[in-house]
């Protein structure tokens, strides 16, 4: 938690909180380059900044459940999809929102690791069904509440109306980001 007290030149304290970084680097530029727009900086810098701490957090608490974050995707795709917990790979790569590669690379490393397994599909040629295994169950089981939990935890600062509001906003701007792209795929950060 931050403190409510920023340290002097002198040795004391002066009530108020920190600098916002954020804002340093906008009013620098404005300073710099009057007339820059820099409105996103206090947007984009703030997401980018987060989406780094929640992924390196994300990634530490799968390390310590012994699972990486793409198997962990797909076996939630798997649990997610209910009874049998069964989806042909051009269905995966659809609730992933990952390449058809993406795919096949994830179903390899969890059916080597026993966590699921792979049979020809009916009806159409080439079609490839992927289940969730017990083993597969139980990891996908015993993870996804650690990791919903800590984010959870780590979100708190926001109360409930707080978290829907932002989440609308989030909602909003990523559609309107992906639209003007042209790419509506969602990567992990850092991967393209």
Avoid: N
């Avoid at 340093?24 to 701490?53: C, F």
Wanted: glycine share 10%; aromatic share 2%; charged share 30%.
């Amino acid at each position: 938690m931050a403190s409510d007290f920023q340290a002097r030149d002198d040795g004391g304290t002066t009530a108020g909180p920190p600098p916002y970084p954020v804002d340093e680097i906008a009013a620098a530029w404005q300073r710099e380059r009057p007339g820059t727009p820099v409105s996103s900086i206090r947007i984009v810098t703030p997401l980018w900044r987060l989406a780094k701490l929640l992924g390196d957090d994300r990634r530490r608490v799968l390390g310590r459940a012994g699972v990486d974050i793409a198997t962990l995707d797909l076996l939630s795709v798997l649990r997610r999809s209910g009874t049998p917990y069964t989806l042909s790979t051009r269905e995966l790569g659809r609730r992933s929102m990952v390449t058809a590669g993406a795919v096949s690379q994830r179903v390899a490393r969890a059916e080597r690791e026993g966590l699921v397994t792979r049979r020809p599909g009916e009806g159409r040629p080439r079609s490839v069904l992927v289940e969730l295994t017990p083993a597969g169950h139980d990891l996908v089981e015993s993870t996804v509440d650690q990791v919903l939990g800590r984010e959870a935890e780590l979100l708190q600062v926001l109360g409930p109306e707080q978290q829907e509001q932002l989440a609308g906003l989030l909602r909003i701007l990523l559609q309107d980001v992906q639209r003007r792209l042209g790419d509506d795929r969602i990567t992990q950060v850092g991967e393209g």
